[in-house]
């Protein structure tokens, strides 16, 4: 009875804001206090350079310390929980990803794209609080349970050839790391569903219920985030227990008209768009176990700048007048809906403008009067994302079965070209740039090989790379691993590595299916430590309270990865197996025939054998058979000569009499039909 | 008395059990002669009965569903292209000298779709005879020469990234434009092109990217691929000239286009890549054409016989017939399709064909006479231009990187007028879009259906296992016949020598003698040896004559000739004996020095047979009758019999045939008449094949020059 009570408690309790304080406040101290199971739900949208835009869902929900309420949880899904209790992970991040997120229109320096844009496939990495043996263990586990849990073949992780362990380039720098990716693992419904589960309303109410699966998946670029971290329990100190990340973004075309639009190409208008004509839906209320639930619409810096706001020089005044109406009723563009409030980005040390945030709160709204908002342009506005210093691309050089190499190359984008030079004032300037390069045992690296060209001239490697970690691959066992932190200056306009590598054999049971499709190269990833994505808004201390907005203000180094590349391995003809046994048994056949007829010969006896054969008379069918047809001929019987003679001779007429017959065989026929 | 004499016989020499293989082995060496007049002739005989065992070809890989979708290129499209069109050959866009405003028109339209879009600049390579890069990979490390700002060439290519792609693979599309002198075939496949690129902008079945490469012909077509190709393979990261190459003028003017264009970000001077290419169409609109029918042509034969895969041209034959209902063609010899013994050839094929069919009626194996004559003309050609080794367009460049590619050239039938152009765009396209989204639809790259094939019509083919046989049978007698020349000239010289007539007996004192004799044929292998080192110099001595400026083709050919002859002479004086026999013992030298010849030629022509089928091919049919045939003429005019007269002339055509620079000059007379034969076309089509890296090269310089040389020195043999 209680338990199933304390939901109903616990709704009310959120959904009144005032009680839940003082709630708080009369509550025992010890035991609830901060530490409550929360949820909260946003949506960020924020339209995107090439008539595109961005939806990006954050769901957080967090749980206290374990020990506070032993196994049961109120919000949080149990089987995170339990999978972190069991497997004592520290940290992990799960994403399943289709399509490409495109670095040069969609920006690459904002905590959006170097936080959520990730490579195709599946991408897991995983920080163990286990001692060192137990590490891959645990990790078998995982990748296990988490195959059973999202509907997918993260199992193949499993084997040691899979996954690898980076020293220090990936971000969460620690050596229990594990990270392993499946570039060619395809994402859908099936895996979306299970990831609703995790939240407390499904997909049935609020922002939640825009999750329409056709409009989803119909969009350019499509990426769902598990994100958790854990704090021991057992540890000192401040206690989050364990929070738990998902993120969902997708890069969607609003479809207003758009053939039209293409034909009628002349005015580049970006096409308007509102919630309802993207995903089809509508935010009719609220989850009620949402601590928050809103909507935000984020202008970035370059579209900012292109916008040029009335008075955007004092705008450190306009937004602390939030209900000034300069801000949502541009000139340019029109919201459908009044923004609830607005957040101007705090300087920032990159741009010189600074994006805005407009923040609607879905609470507001019932079923019967839905939200929905919506943009409309006016005018052609065209502006540019905020780009990653470099902008790299990876691709395989050579061609033939025999080997290759594997080029990243690294152009500067102009973008960041300012600030770089902005940074160089005390002469020695340098970009620091770490590349983590994962390649599959099958395609056999010779780090020997690593050649470093900057600025279209080979230098030695010595001299730009600053540290270096690999470990060469097993066959079989292991994949191998290349870490390189590059120093590069930061005037350098292209910069290239090349390694090269040879293609090795697999054996035919180790082929999948397809195997004439060739091989996946995971992404590498690149990240560059100098420079933080970061956006601080003004604000106040309601603000503190968005998780979204608080992690946009976690410095995380702008990160970027490369294509997924395809390797064509030599496959054997696949029916092969047959012949080739054929093959070799007869070969096999032939060589140990001949072989014993040679050990067991012996020339003497052979010749006493021929003799006492030839001493004693013919055989006794032959005897017979020239008998009868000396009989038959009326002839005195002659002696055989020889064996092949006679056989000869009788199969010369033998042939004859076939082919006469044969003959009149097929001249009836051919008369007569 | 019979049996008793049997009986000592048989004790005096036992006879040990000689295996069956051993015996059939032993039997076939002893009938060579009659075997290989069988071999020869069925092989012949196999050869033309290729046309009747063609098979229709069939799509081997079911991902692939050619037509299964309807064409969803609309008249939308096709306006589209038609603009570009009406903008490429208005005369304002050829103001410029250097068709840089073309370029421009093209990568707006380009941008305009939301494709990606970059040029390439490239200096066209000279295609130089490298003795030694042959069979290699087109190399990278070549350190450019001094270009002038001048001569480049700008490739435009636009990409398309599918929306919902993994951007692995990549599907090209090529288009070769000359901007300086264009045609309206040309403007018209760019309009082509345009409105399938178009199309695919906006569809979302799209999982493989998709380049547009508007390859600048002005340096030729293949170059211009070619260069592409290079970049997009093995890129140089450090260039030595690109400083030089970014001062010129003309340069900046196309980059100049960046700033026009609103959604910038799409432009870049860089080179753009997508992911690994799963197959290339290029397309090629003819301007005049004299066909009544709209008609396509396929161009499939890239360097060294290599072929796509057989499901790339059934896809297009499949769509063009069809569904767009155009006529498609193959390339054929034209000289043979009037040919009258063809014609009678076919038809005895046929009556036979109907005999057969009259016998039992599930024999099916004749076709009509005319469709006999039009596909052996068809696999002529097939075998020609695969025996040639050259590229028959700018897919062969797609083919060095074992990218599957073809050629497809548009024939429309009329003038173009507005109509007729609208209706070319929209077949033509959707042709394009139909084998492009087939490819979309490959899981797997091309690996179901043959690459080792030969083709009939479109829609026909012999695949190895069929074309093998004739080879087979063509070079099979010639180990057979060296086996028993080898065991003829010894036993010969043995009874000419031994004093007794049974060769029981040879005792112990005439073991050396066997041992000296069974070892005489290293004698005759040296002077084979000799003359195969002298044939790999004659091959490599082009390349010095290709250094000498200012020379003529005729004269280069005739310094060659020269040089040859004055080092076969010399090799002839330091290293061998001369040709001519000096002992009486040794009268049969000329069949031990045919039996050598004739295993060097089985062995190069099987290596030659896994290289380049059809130049090994071409080749047993020459060399494999000169080889058996070649006797001493002396002892043939000695024996004066009809038998040996035939014989004689036979050995004297076939030793004028069979020698290269004659046989090109027959095969070019064939084809193009007897008028204008020049000494010089021969050096110029060896200068071809050795810039295309043809093996066929090696095998005229290292294979047939040799044994052509050493049969004729079997003719003039002084017994």
Same mark, same amino acid.
């Given at each position: 009875?209680?338990?199933?009570?304390?939901?109903?408690?616990?709704?009310?309790?959120?959904?009144?804001?005032?009680?839940?304080?003082?709630?708080?406040?009369?509550?025992?101290?010890?035991?609830?206090?901060?530490?409550?199971?929360?949820?909260?739900?946003?949506?960020?949208?924020?339209?995107?350079?090439?008539?595109?835009?961005?939806?990006?869902?954050?769901?957080?929900?967090?749980?206290?310390?374990?020990?506070?309420?032993?196994?049961?949880?109120?919000?949080?899904?149990?089987?995170?929980?339990?999978?972190? *209790?069991?497997?004592?992970?520290?940290?992990?991040?799960?994403?399943f990803t289709q399509g490409r997120w495109n670095y040069e229109s969609w920006g690459g320096f904002d905590p959006i794209s170097s936080s959520n844009a990730k490579p195709p496939g599946v991408e897991l990495w995983a920080v163990f609080d286990v001692p060192q043996h137990h590490i891959d263990a645990s990790w078998k586990n995982l990748t296990h349970t988490l195959s059973g849990l999202f509907c997918a073949s993260i199992n193949f992780l499993e084997s040691t050839a899979t996954y690898s362990t980076p020293e220090w380039s990936f971000p969460p720098a620690s050596g229990n790391v594990r990270y392993g990716t499946l570039p060619c693992e395809a994402v859908c419904t099936e895996n979306l569903t299970p990831w609703l589960k995790l939240l407390p309303c499904r997909d049935k109410a609020a922002i939640a219920l825009l999750l329409d699966r056709p409009s989803l998946y119909r969009g350019f670029y499509h990426s769902q985030r598990l994100h958790l971290t854990s704090t021991e329990s057992s540890s000192e100190g401040i206690d989050s227990g364990i929070i738990l990340e998902q993120t969902l973004t997708v890069v969607l075309q609003p479809n207003s008209e758009r053939a039209?639009?293409?034909?009628?190409?002349?005015?580049?208008?970006?096409?308007?768009?509102?919630?309802?004509?993207?995903?089809?839906?509508?935010?009719?209320?609220?989850?009620?176990?949402?601590?928050?639930?809103?909507?935000?619409?984020?202008?970035?810096?370059?579209?900012?700048?292109?916008?040029?706001?009335?008075?955007?020089?004092?705008?450190?005044?306009?937004?602390?007048?939030?209900?000034?109406?300069?801000?949502?009723?541009?000139?340019?563009?029109?919201?459908?809906?009044?923004?609830?409030?607005?957040?101007?980005?705090? /300087?920032?040390?990159?741009?010189?403008?600074?994006?805005?945030?407009?923040?609607?709160?879905?609470?507001?709204?019932?079923?019967?009067?839905?939200?929905?908002?919506?943009?409309?342009?006016?005018?052609?506005?065209?502006?540019?994302? *905020?780009?990653?210093?470099?902008?790299?691309?990876?691709?395989?050089?050579?061609?033939? &079965?025999?080997?290759?190499?594997?080029?990243?190359?690294?152009?500067?984008?102009?973008?960041?070209?300012?600030?770089?030079?902005? &940074?160089?004032?005390?002469? /020695?300037?340098?970009?620091?740039?770490?590349?983590?390069?994962?390649?599959?045992?099958?395609?056999?690296?010779?780090?020997?090989?690593?050649?470093?060209?900057?600025?279209?001239?080979?230098?030695?490697?010595?001299?730009?790379?600053?540290?270096?970690?690999?470990?060469?691959?097993?066959?079989?066992?292991?994949?191998?691993?290349?870490?390189?932190?590059?120093?590069?200056?930061?005037?350098? &306009?292209?910069?290239?590595?090349?390694?090269?590598?040879?293609?090795?054999?697999?054996?035919?049971?180790?082929?999948?299916?397809?195997?004439?499709?060739?091989?996946?190269?995971?992404?590498?990833?690149?990240?560059?430590?100098?420079?933080?994505?970061?956006?601080?808004?003004?604000?106040?201390?309601?603000?503190?309270?968005?998780?979204?907005?608080?992690?946009?203000?976690?410095?995380?180094?702008?990160?970027?990865?490369?294509?997924?590349?395809?390797?064509?391995?030599?496959?054997?003809?696949?029916?092969?197996?047959?012949?080739?046994?054929?093959?070799?048994?007869?070969?096999?056949?032939?060589?140990?025939? /001949?072989?014993?007829?040679?050990?067991?010969?012996?020339?003497?006896?052979?010749?006493?054998?021929?003799?006492?054969?030839?001493?004693?008379?013919?055989?006794?069918?032959?005897?017979?058979?020239?008998?009868?047809?000396?009989?038959?001929?009326?002839?005195?019987?002659?002696?055989?000569?020889?064996?092949?003679?006679?056989?000869?001779?009788?199969?010369?007429?033998?042939?004859?009499?076939?082919?006469?017959?044969?003959?009149?065989?097929?001249?009836? *026929?051919?008369?007569?039909? | 008395?019979?049996?008793?004499?049997?009986?000592?016989?048989?004790?005096?020499?036992?006879?040990?059990?000689?295996?069956?293989?051993?015996?059939?082995?032993?039997?076939?060496?002893?009938?060579?002669?009659?075997?290989?007049?069988?071999?020869?002739?069925?092989?012949?005989?196999?050869?033309?009965?290729?046309?009747?065992?063609?098979?229709?070809?069939?799509?081997?890989?079911?991902?692939?569903?050619?037509?299964?979708?309807?064409?969803?290129?609309?008249?939308?499209?096709?306006?589209?292209?038609?603009?570009?069109?009406?903008?490429?050959?208005?005369?304002?866009?050829?103001?410029?000298?250097?068709?840089?405003?073309?370029?421009?028109?093209?990568?707006?339209?380009?941008?305009?779709?939301?494709?990606?879009?970059?040029?390439?600049?490239?200096?066209?390579?000279?295609?130089?005879?490298?003795?030694?890069?042959?069979?290699?990979?087109?190399?990278?490390?070549?350190?450019?020469?001094?270009?002038?700002?001048?001569?480049?060439?700008?490739?435009?290519?636009? =990409?398309?990234?599918?929306?919902?792609?993994?951007?692995?693979?990549?599907?090209?599309? %090529?288009?070769?434009?000359?901007?300086? @002198?264009?045609?309206?075939?040309?403007?018209?496949?760019?309009?082509?092109?345009?409105?399938?690129?178009?199309?695919?902008?906006?569809?979302?079945?799209?999982?493989?990217?998709? =380049?547009?490469?508007?390859?600048?012909?002005?340096?030729?077509?293949?170059?211009?691929?070619?260069?592409?190709?290079?970049?997009?393979?093995?890129?140089?990261?450090?260039?030595?000239?690109?400083?030089?190459?970014?001062?010129?003028?003309?340069?900046?003017?196309?980059?100049?286009?960046?700033?026009?264009?609103?959604?910038?970000?799409?432009?870049?001077?860089?080179?753009?890549?997508?992911?690994?290419?799963?197959?290339?169409?290029?397309?090629?609109?003819?301007?005049?054409?004299?066909?009544?029918?709209?008609?396509?042509?396929?161009?499939?034969?890239?360097?060294?016989?290599?072929?796509?895969?057989?499901?790339?041209?059934?896809? %297009?034959?499949?769509?063009?017939?069809?569904?767009?209902?155009?006529?498609?063609?193959?390339?054929?010899?034209?000289?043979?399709?009037?040919?009258?013994?063809?014609?009678?050839?076919?038809? =005895?094929?046929?009556?036979?064909?109907?005999?057969?069919?009259?016998?039992?009626?599930?024999?099916?194996?004749?076709?009509?006479?005319?469709?006999?004559?039009?596909?052996?003309?068809?696999?002529?050609?097939?075998?020609?231009?695969?025996?040639?080794?050259?590229?028959?367009?700018?897919?062969?460049?797609?083919?060095?990187?074992?990218?599957?590619?073809?050629?497809?050239?548009?024939?429309?039938?009329?003038?173009?007028? @507005?109509?007729?152009?609208?209706?070319?765009?929209?077949?033509?396209?959707?042709?394009?879009?139909?084998?492009?989204?087939?490819?979309?639809?490959?899981?797997?790259?091309?690996?179901?259906?043959?690459?080792?094939?030969?083709?009939?019509?479109?829609?026909?083919?012999?695949?190895?296992?069929?074309?093998?046989?004739?080879?087979?049978?063509?070079?099979?007698?010639?180990?057979?016949?060296?086996?028993?020349?080898?065991?003829?000239?010894?036993?010969?010289?043995?009874?000419?020598?031994?004093?007794?007539?049974?060769?029981?007996?040879?005792?112990?004192?005439?073991?050396?003698?066997?041992?000296?004799?069974?070892?005489?044929?290293?004698?005759?292998?040296?002077?084979?040896?000799?003359?195969?080192?002298?044939?790999?110099?004659?091959?490599?001595?082009?390349?010095?004559?290709?250094?000498?400026?200012?020379?003529?083709?005729?004269?280069?050919?005739?310094?060659?000739? #020269?040089?040859?002859?004055?080092?076969?002479?010399?090799?002839?004086?330091?290293?061998?004996?001369?040709?001519?026999?000096?002992?009486?013992?040794?009268?049969?030298?000329?069949?031990?020095?045919?039996?050598?010849?004739?295993?060097?030629?089985? =062995?190069?022509?099987?290596?030659?047979?896994?290289?380049?089928?059809?130049?090994?091919?071409?080749?047993?049919?020459?060399?494999?009758?000169?080889?058996?045939?070649?006797?001493?003429?002396?002892?043939?005019?000695?024996?004066?019999?009809?038998?040996?007269?035939?014989?004689?002339?036979?050995?004297?055509?076939?030793?004028?045939?069979?020698?290269?620079?004659?046989?090109?000059?027959?095969?070019?007379?064939?084809?193009?008449?007897?008028?204008?034969?020049?000494?010089?076309?021969?050096?110029?089509?060896?200068?071809? #094949?050795?810039?295309?890296?043809?093996?066929?090269?090696?095998?005229?310089?290292?294979?047939?020059?040799?044994?052509?040389?050493?049969?004729?020195?079997?003719?003039?043999?002084?017994?």
């Amino acid at each position: 009875m209680v338990l199933l009570q304390r939901p109903h408690i616990l709704l009310l309790l959120i959904d009144t804001h005032q009680f839940l304080q003082c709630w708080i406040a009369f509550g025992s101290a010890n035991e609830e206090g901060q530490q409550q199971e929360e949820f909260s739900e946003e949506l960020l949208v924020k339209p995107l350079p090439d008539h595109k835009l961005l939806a990006h869902f954050h769901f957080q929900s967090s749980a206290p310390p374990s020990t506070s309420n032993g196994c049961h949880h109120h919000l949080f899904p149990k089987a995170i929980s339990q999978l972190v *209790q069991k497997f004592r992970v520290k940290e992990m991040e799960l994403s399943f990803t289709q399509g490409r997120w495109n670095y040069e229109s969609w920006g690459g320096f904002d905590p959006i794209s170097s936080s959520n844009a990730k490579p195709p496939g599946v991408e897991l990495w995983a920080v163990f609080d286990v001692p060192q043996h137990h590490i891959d263990a645990s990790w078998k586990n995982l990748t296990h349970t988490l195959s059973g849990l999202f509907c997918a073949s993260i199992n193949f992780l499993e084997s040691t050839a899979t996954y690898s362990t980076p020293e220090w380039s990936f971000p969460p720098a620690s050596g229990n790391v594990r990270y392993g990716t499946l570039p060619c693992e395809a994402v859908c419904t099936e895996n979306l569903t299970p990831w609703l589960k995790l939240l407390p309303c499904r997909d049935k109410a609020a922002i939640a219920l825009l999750l329409d699966r056709p409009s989803l998946y119909r969009g350019f670029y499509h990426s769902q985030r598990l994100h958790l971290t854990s704090t021991e329990s057992s540890s000192e100190g401040i206690d989050s227990g364990i929070i738990l990340e998902q993120t969902l973004t997708v890069v969607l075309q609003p479809n207003s008209e758009r053939a039209i639009e293409v034909h009628a190409s002349e005015k580049h208008v970006q096409p308007s768009w509102s919630l309802s004509s993207i995903f089809g839906k509508q935010v009719s209320g609220r989850c009620v176990l949402a601590k928050s639930s809103s909507v935000y619409l984020l202008l970035d810096r370059g579209l900012v700048a292109e916008l040029k706001f009335p008075n955007k020089e004092n705008g450190k005044s306009a937004a602390n007048g939030l209900t000034s109406e300069n801000f949502w009723s541009n000139p340019s563009f029109e919201l459908s809906v009044n923004p609830d409030r607005i957040f101007l980005e705090e /300087s920032s040390s990159h741009s010189k403008s600074l994006s805005i945030l407009y923040m609607f709160q879905v609470e507001k709204y019932s079923e019967s009067e839905p939200f929905d908002i919506g943009l409309m342009w006016k005018v052609p506005v065209a502006w540019l994302c *905020q780009q990653t210093p470099l902008h790299a691309s990876r691709f395989f050089m050579g061609s033939g &079965n025999e080997r290759g190499a594997i080029a990243i190359s690294l152009k500067s984008t102009q973008f960041t070209e300012g600030f770089m030079s902005a &940074n160089s004032k005390d002469g /020695s300037c340098e970009l620091r740039v770490d590349v983590f390069q994962v390649v599959p045992w099958y395609v056999k690296v010779y780090f020997h090989s690593l050649r470093v060209f900057v600025d279209q001239q080979p230098r030695a490697v010595s001299d730009f790379i600053e540290k270096i970690h690999v470990s060469p691959s097993k066959d079989k066992m292991s994949p191998g691993v290349m870490e390189v932190v590059l120093k590069l200056p930061c005037r350098v &306009n292209t910069a290239a590595l090349t390694i090269e590598f040879d293609k090795g054999f697999l054996r035919i049971d180790e082929y999948p299916p397809d195997a004439n499709q060739g091989f996946d190269i995971p992404s590498a990833i690149i990240s560059f430590p100098n420079f933080h994505a970061s956006m601080v808004f003004l604000e106040d201390d309601s603000l503190n309270r968005s998780p979204l907005l608080s992690k946009f203000q976690e410095k995380c180094p702008v990160m970027s990865y490369t294509e997924v590349l395809l390797v064509p391995l030599t496959t054997p003809d696949f029916s092969m197996p047959y012949n080739v046994i054929t093959i070799k048994c007869t070969v096999f056949a032939l060589y140990f025939g /001949s072989l014993l007829n040679v050990l067991q010969r012996r020339v003497a006896e052979e010749e006493r054998f021929l003799k006492a054969k030839a001493a004693k008379k013919t055989g006794r069918l032959p005897l017979l058979l020239s008998k009868l047809s000396a009989k038959l001929r009326g002839r005195r019987r002659e002696p055989l000569h020889s064996p092949p003679s006679s056989s000869s001779f009788i199969n010369s007429k033998l042939v004859l009499k076939v082919i006469l017959v044969a003959g009149l065989a097929v001249g009836w *026929q051919y008369f007569f039909s | 008395m019979a049996e008793t004499k049997e009986k000592s016989l048989s004790d005096e020499k036992p006879k040990p059990r000689v295996r069956p293989i051993v015996r059939l082995g032993i039997f076939l060496i002893s009938h060579s002669f009659l075997v290989s007049i069988v071999c020869c002739t069925a092989g012949v005989l196999a050869l033309f009965l290729l046309p009747v065992l063609a098979k229709n070809t069939y799509i081997s890989e079911n991902a692939l569903m050619p037509g299964s979708a309807s064409p969803m290129l609309s008249n939308q499209h096709v306006s589209d292209g038609n603009r570009l069109v009406k903008d490429l050959t208005n005369p304002n866009s050829k103001s410029s000298e250097t068709g840089i405003e073309s370029h421009k028109i093209i990568a707006q339209y380009m941008l305009d779709l939301g494709a990606e879009v970059s040029f390439h600049k490239f200096h066209p390579q000279m295609n130089q005879f490298h003795p030694l890069h042959f069979f290699s990979s087109p190399v990278s490390g070549k350190i450019q020469e001094n270009y002038s700002c001048s001569s480049y060439g700008i490739n435009t290519v636009g =990409i398309i990234r599918a929306p919902r792609g993994d951007g692995k693979e990549a599907i090209v599309l %090529v288009t070769p434009y000359n901007a300086l @002198k264009s045609g309206f075939g040309e403007a018209l496949s760019l309009g082509i092109a345009y409105s399938v690129f178009s199309l695919l902008t906006q569809v979302t079945w799209l999982a493989k990217d998709i =380049i547009w490469l508007v390859a600048d012909s002005q340096y030729g077509e293949y170059a211009a691929v070619a260069a592409w190709l290079r970049e997009y393979q093995t890129p140089k990261f450090s260039s030595l000239s690109t400083p030089n190459a970014e001062m010129c003028p003309d340069v900046n003017n196309l980059f100049e286009l960046k700033g026009h264009s609103i959604s910038g970000s799409k432009f870049s001077n860089s080179f753009r890549r997508a992911g690994t290419m799963a197959a290339a169409l290029v397309l090629k609109v003819r301007d005049q054409n004299e066909q009544f029918e709209d008609t396509i042509s396929i161009y499939a034969e890239a360097s060294n016989g290599q072929m796509p895969n057989l499901d790339l041209i059934n896809v %297009v034959n499949y769509l063009a017939v069809h569904r767009q209902g155009l006529r498609v063609n193959v390339e054929k010899l034209w000289p043979l399709l009037n040919s009258s013994w063809l014609k009678s050839l076919g038809e =005895i094929f046929e009556s036979l064909a109907k005999v057969a069919k009259s016998l039992y009626p599930k024999w099916k194996f004749g076709i009509p006479a005319t469709e006999y004559v039009e596909g052996t003309a068809t696999l002529a050609s097939s075998l020609y231009y695969q025996a040639l080794g050259v590229p028959t367009g700018p897919h062969g460049a797609f083919r060095d990187y074992q990218v599957d590619a073809i050629t497809l050239e548009i024939s429309p039938k009329f003038s173009l007028d @507005k109509v007729w152009r609208n209706d070319i765009l929209l077949r033509g396209g959707r042709l394009i879009e139909g084998v492009i989204r087939s490819v979309n639809n490959l899981l797997e790259k091309f690996h179901q259906s043959f690459f080792l094939y030969l083709l009939t019509s479109p829609s026909k083919f012999v695949s190895v296992g069929v074309y093998m046989i004739a080879f087979a049978l063509l070079i099979a007698p010639l180990p057979m016949v060296a086996a028993s020349l080898y065991v003829d000239a010894n036993s010969s010289s043995n009874c000419s020598k031994g004093d007794s007539s049974t060769p029981s007996a040879i005792t112990d004192t005439d073991e050396h003698g066997i041992a000296i004799r069974s070892w005489r044929w290293l004698n005759s292998a040296k002077l084979v040896f000799i003359v195969h080192l002298w044939g790999a110099i004659v091959s490599l001595l082009p390349y010095f004559i290709s250094q000498i400026p200012d020379c003529s083709p005729t004269t280069s050919f005739m310094i060659w000739v #020269l040089l040859s002859i004055l080092s076969l002479l010399t090799l002839n004086s330091v290293l061998a004996s001369p040709l001519a026999c000096a002992k009486a013992t040794q009268e049969k030298e000329w069949a031990l020095v045919k039996s050598v010849t004739i295993s060097s030629v089985f =062995i190069g022509l099987g290596l030659m047979s896994v290289i380049n089928f059809a130049t090994a091919e071409i080749g047993a049919l020459l060399m494999v009758p000169m080889c058996l045939l070649a006797r001493p003429l002396k002892l043939d005019v000695r024996a004066g019999t009809l038998r040996s007269f035939c014989r004689l002339i036979c050995n004297l055509v076939l030793g004028h045939i069979a020698f290269p620079p004659a046989a090109f000059f027959l095969l070019k007379g064939m084809l193009d008449g007897f008028g204008n034969a020049n000494v010089g076309d021969f050096w110029m089509w060896v200068e071809s #094949l050795w810039a295309w890296n043809s093996a066929t090269y090696l095998f005229i310089g290292m294979v047939q020059l040799p044994c052509w040389v050493l049969c004729v020195s079997i003719l003039f043999h002084t017994c």
